[in-house]
């Protein structure tokens, strides 16, 4: 049999991905038949794993290997518990009903006087503990975490917070000893126990004022790190010891926020800390992003948050990449609450525009944004502007749409708001949003006194350039709406750029040339430059123009798209029958102006849109229960979930009769999510009535009982990456006790579109579940789609979860992840 090497040399010197694949089936297929045999040569067996944990890198199956894992931990020899704990942490999961196996070999080696099989035994531990092994070995691991080596003691308080994640009624083991390793000498002993501890405060925030009491001693240990009075063998780049440095600025922030007292303490130490890091190392500068995050989230006084402003705007002149961002994600949580002292530095963060990072490009306009207020509005908007003239276009998007919202919230005035989206229109045209046009015509049409000025500009500016689609858009709906205004101008403009005189054959063949111009699949501006030539037929005098208008919009009664032939045809007719009012064809009133949002409240709504997911009903498919999908126990749930044949009426009846009635809004809004769940009605007597007929002619009579409900619970966000989340929303059906979970999935993204999203769901092997197709497997900007599963299981199982979600953008390539979700209610199955 070949070596690790050799097979590692065969994968590599492959030439084609059928000669890799070749090679590693062949190897797989080796490892099978070795493992089928038998061997008790522990040599061959290491072999084996070795080659398997090879396989797991290069994303094979490996679950043929995991009995040779655990083989290899019963051996006496250090190299094979070694190599036999690394393949159960990566060939094992706490999931998995093999893990059973694992539990006594883990707790003879957790008691062996070798510390060195104590440690290996301790990280395996650490990393796939299953609530069953955490209970079982909870015990042994309380006893390690006061071991006198150092080693041992803390990867023993790593495994004990392991065990409080995973059952958090077993906290009360690991009090004693997390209060007193506090005051440990150790390095490492110290950072596992603060870990221990934040960990304990945030799964019991009752435990915190008892761990604040040895807040003293945690600012003396800091302080002499500050001040480099302590151990420098742990020293990166002349920085005494910062990853210890940083665990305590943590703990503190923990206990400082839930107590005022410790807050008072600990402002001299964020002082000193702030003042004698060095700040041109890294491991300098992770230590005072760490005191700025501490100072910003507790309730310091003024002179300490500006200190952390200046800190994290000194950052933004650092040549890292990555110091630069954290800064401006800083700077962005803190804007609303310490602006003057972010506003210093605003042409820092306006030069952090122009970085070549896209990354850094992006936190920098959206911070930029926030700046923007009354008094600095016509300064920011030039600057961003001018970024706008420059920028690339992944970005030309985002900065329109940002120069958009602070132009609408602080527009000293309504020429200068026009101007200025009319400038964003010329630049960006073909990256703005529907949103934005809208707010741009609706600004024109409130003001009665921007008609005429607005014409001549939108006229001017489409004559010049009518490649924008927005901006194309948005001036044949202005001609259409006021055009009488350029055959007629009641006033004088200063401006050398708009035209003096204008006739109805100028307008009618700017507009031609458009139409002309526009690609068929342009339907929606098709239909604008209709809906501008059935206007200015009413506006027109001459019959030239009017027939020139009728010929226009002829020639579109046999176009491709059914949209713009059927508004062809409604147009010609109005034409043609003079008998029809034209009333509709007159301006539209005044609108109310756009409402004035800023961008850092519109981040806000987004931010708790996405955080708190609005509560809605799941709405199952009865279908699916009558074919059976659930296996043996569907019989059960639809005999459980039928009522007797003399209620049958009666439930319909009530069901019936007790919908509630609905307002018109109510019926638009179920147009697009799931109705809300009506309330169960308290007592019908129309269904009573016929509920007491006995349907057998028997003159005895049954009472009605009243439907099983189902219980709510409140729904839980497990997945939120690449502007796409996943929100469970969990219920229980009382009367056949299976568990109901509505996936659903929301785009958050305003521009792009997903393609195809996919989920694939798994559960234990205790537990059945039947799936439900989604609704639908693409998602336009801002748009949901949701998909319905039951689970049915052992009576007080807890439910858990392996989600498969894969994402396709529109244009991107395709995102696969995985999760393990086990926090569901505990009840569902109950």
């Known amino acids: 049999m070949s070596s690790l090497k050799t097979f590692i040399k065969a994968v590599r010197a492959s030439k084609t991905t059928a000669e890799e694949n070749s090679a590693i089936r062949k190897e797989s297929a080796q490892i099978r038949k070795n493992i089928r045999q038998g061997s008790a040569d522990t040599r061959m067996r290491r072999r084996n794993v070795a080659k398997l944990l090879y396989l797991y890198l290069l994303g094979e199956p490996t679950h043929f290997g995991q009995i040779e894992c655990l083989k290899l931990l019963s051996s006496a020899q250090f190299m094979d518990k070694r190599l036999g704990y690394l393949g159960a942490m990566l060939l094992l999961d706490e999931n998995q009903e093999v893990l059973t196996l694992l539990t006594n070999s883990l707790q003879q080696d957790l008691q062996s006087p070798n510390k060195f099989i104590v440690s290996l035994a301790l990280s395996a531990f650490g990393n796939i503990a299953s609530p069953e092994l955490a209970r079982d070995l909870s015990n042994i691991i309380s006893k390690l975490c006061a071991s006198s080596h150092n080693y041992v003691s803390k990867k023993a308080l790593l495994c004990a917070l392991r065990v409080v994640q995973k059952e958090p009624e077993l906290a009360e083991l690991y009090l004693l000893d997390a209060e007193k390793l506090l005051h440990s000498k150790s390095h490492g002993v110290l950072m596992s126990d603060i870990s221990l501890v934040m960990g304990l405060c945030r799964i019991h925030p009752d435990l915190i004022p008892r761990f604040a009491e040895h807040t003293d001693g945690l600012i003396h240990r800091l302080r002499q790190l500050s001040s480099n009075t302590y151990s420098s063998e742990l020293n990166i780049g002349n920085v005494s010891d910062p990853f210890l440095q940083i665990k305590i600025l943590q703990i503190l922030s923990v206990f400082a926020q839930h107590d005022a007292s410790v807050n008072d303490r600990i402002s001299d130490i964020l002082a000193q800390v702030c003042s004698n890091t060095d700040s041109s190392r890294n491991a300098g500068n992770a230590i005072l992003y760490q005191a700025v995050r501490t100072i910003l989230d507790v309730d310091s006084d003024s002179s ?396 005895h009579s049954q009472t009605a009982s009243t439907p099983p409900q189902s219980k709510q619970y409140e729904p839980l966000l497990v997945y939120d990456k690449h502007d796409v989340t996943l929100s469970l929303y969990p219920s229980r059906d009382e009367a056949t006790k299976t568990a109901i979970i509505e996936a659903r999935f929301k785009n958050k993204s305003i521009v792009s579109r997903v393609e195809k999203v996919h989920l694939e769901i798994a559960v234990p092997k205790s537990q059945k579940l039947r799936l439900q197709p989604l609704r639908s497997t693409s998602m336009d900007p801002g748009m949901e789609t949701s998909q319905t599963m039951r689970i049915q299981g052992p009576k007080d199982t807890q439910v858990k979860l392996r989600l498969r979600i894969s994402v396709t953008r529109e244009g991107e390539a395709g995102i696969l992840d995985q999760i393990d979700y086990g926090k569901l209610p505990s009840d569902l199955l109950s």
């Open 304 to 699: 300490l948050r500006v200190l952390g402003v200046n800190i994290l705007a000194k950052f933004l002149g650092n040549r890292d990449n990555n110091t630069r961002y954290v800064a401006l994600n800083m700077l962005k949580r803190v804007v609303n609450t310490e602006e003057n002292a972010v506003q210093r530095h605003r042409s820092t963060i306006l030069s952090c525009l122009y970085d070549v990072d896209i990354s850094i490009q992006a936190r920098a306009l959206e911070l930029s944004t926030f700046l923007v207020n009354e008094t600095n509005v016509r300064f920011m908007v030039r600057e961003l502007l001018t970024y706008l003239d420059t920028v690339s276009d992944d970005m030309r998007s985002r900065t329109a749409q940002y120069i958009t919202e602070v132009t609408n919230a602080f527009a000293p005035n309504k020429r200068w708001h026009f101007d200025t989206l009319l400038r964003v229109f010329k630049s960006a045209g073909n990256f703005l949003s529907e949103t934005a046009l809208s707010t741009f015509l609706r600004l024109i049409a409130s003001a009665p006194d921007l008609h005429e000025y607005a014409i001549f500009k939108l006229y001017a500016a489409l004559k010049d350039d009518i490649s924008q689609e927005a901006l194309i858009m948005a001036s044949l709906w202005v001609i259409g709406e006021y055009g009488q205004y350029l055959l007629s101008p009641s006033m004088n403009f200063d401006d050398d750029t708009l035209p003096k005189s204008i006739s109805e054959d100028d307008i009618l063949d700017l507009v031609e040339e458009v139409l002309i111009g526009t690609n068929f699949t342009q339907a929606t501006v098709i239909q604008y430059g209709l809906n501008t030539l059935i206007k200015l037929s009413t506006r027109f005098q001459s019959s030239s123009s009017l027939s020139k208008i009728q010929r226009l919009i002829e020639f579109y009664g046999k176009h491709r798209n059914t949209e713009v032939q059927q508004r062809s045809v409604e147009y010609q007719h109005v034409i043609e029958d003079p008998s029809l009012d034209r009333t509709v064809m007159q301006s539209i009133p005044a609108p109310s102006p756009p409402a004035r949002i800023t961008p850092y409240q519109n981040a806000e709504q987004k931010l708790n849109a996405s955080k708190k997911p609005v509560k809605e009903t799941e709405e199952t498919n009865d279908l699916l229960d009558l074919i059976g999908l659930g296996g043996a126990s569907q019989a059960e749930t639809l005999i459980n979930e039928t009522p007797s044949a003399n209620t049958t009426a009666a439930y319909d009846l009530a069901n019936i009769t007790s919908v509630p009635k609905k307002s018109q809004v109510d019926d638009i809004l179920g147009l697009f999510s799931t109705p809300a769940p009506a309330a169960e009605p308290a007592a019908n007597t129309l269904a009573n009535s016929f509920a007491s007929l006995d349907m057998s002619g028997s003159n």
